[in-house]
């Protein structure tokens, strides 16, 4: 009898290490997903930013352009 008890206990031991080592699988597989997830918003910000701000200076290139364009014409 008290073979079959530690049997049981040995087993159960060994379903709990089991399932214990999935759930650590499980949030390691989610924590590698936030932190892909999370770089690659970050390289996608970046990018943007940077389009963003080479818009912006070919707009005030523009902007300055058109400025000289006028003042060349109401000198004339």
């Given at each position: 009898?008290?073979?079959?008890?530690?049997?049981?206990?040995?087993?159960?031991?060994?379903?709990?290490?089991?399932?214990?080592?999935?759930?650590?699988?499980?949030?390691?597989?989610?924590?590698?997903?936030?932190?892909?997830?999370?770089?690659?918003?970050?390289?996608?910000?970046?990018?943007?930013?940077?389009?963003?701000?080479?818009?912006?200076?070919?707009?005030?290139?523009?902007?300055?352009?058109?400025?000289?364009?006028?003042?060349t014409h109401s000198n004339q």
């Amino acid at each position: 009898m008290a073979a079959a008890r530690l049997q049981e206990i040995s087993k159960d031991e060994n379903e709990r290490a089991l399932l214990l080592a999935q759930k650590k699988f499980e949030m390691d597989l989610f924590t590698y997903h936030d932190d892909a997830r999370e770089a690659v918003e970050t390289r996608v910000n970046e990018k943007w930013q940077t389009v963003v701000a080479e818009k912006d200076a070919e707009l005030e290139r523009l902007r300055l352009e058109i400025a000289e364009l006028k003042a060349t014409h109401s000198n004339q």
